[in-house]
C-alpha cells in the first residue's frame, strides 16, 4: 500500500498557518481512494487507528474529527477494506497500512517542518 498527499498551499502572509490541509491518496495497485480537502495528520492517524484495531476485531470505525462520515476497516481474511464515503479499497494487509501510514505521517512532519522554515 502506498499513500500520497498533497500539501495545500500555506498563507505566506500568516506564520500560524500551518495546518496540513490537503488531498490524500490511498494506492494499493490499480485501486485509489482519494479525498481532497482534508486534514492529513487527522487522516494518518485514523489509519493507523483502523490498522491497529483490526488485531482485536474485524471491523473498525474511526471518527475523523471534521468529517461527518467514519472511516471504515474491515478484515477480509489476511485483506482489509478500507471504505470512506461510499469508495473503498482493498488492501493485502492491516500491516501494510500501518507501514504506510507511519512512512507517509513521516513525509508529512518532514514537509511542513521544511515549509514552515
Known amino acids: 500500500m502506498e499513500i500520497r498527499f498533497d500539501l495545500e498551499p500555506v498563507d505566506a502572509t500568516d506564520p500560524n498557518d500551518i495546518d496540513p490541509v490537503g488531498t490524500i491518496v490511498l494506492i494499493e495497485g490499480a485501486q485509489r481512494l482519494d479525498e481532497q480537502y482534508v486534514y492529513l495528520d487527522s487522516w494518518l492517524a485514523a489509519l493507523l487507528e483502523g490498522a491497529e484495531g483490526l488485531a482485536e476485531r474485524d471491523r473498525v470505525e474511526v471518527d ?30 492491516a500491516e501494510a497500512v500501518r507501514v504506510a501510514a507511519v512512512t507517509a505521517n513521516q513525509r508529512l512532519q518532514n514537509e511542513r517542518a521544511f515549509k514552515s522554515s
Open 64 to 93: 475523523l474529527i471534521e468529517e461527518p462520515q467514519p472511516l471504515i476497516f474491515e478484515r477480509k481474511q489476511e485483506a482489509v477494506s478500507i471504505s470512506f464515503k461510499g469508495k473503498s479499497i482493498t488492501v493485502q494487509s
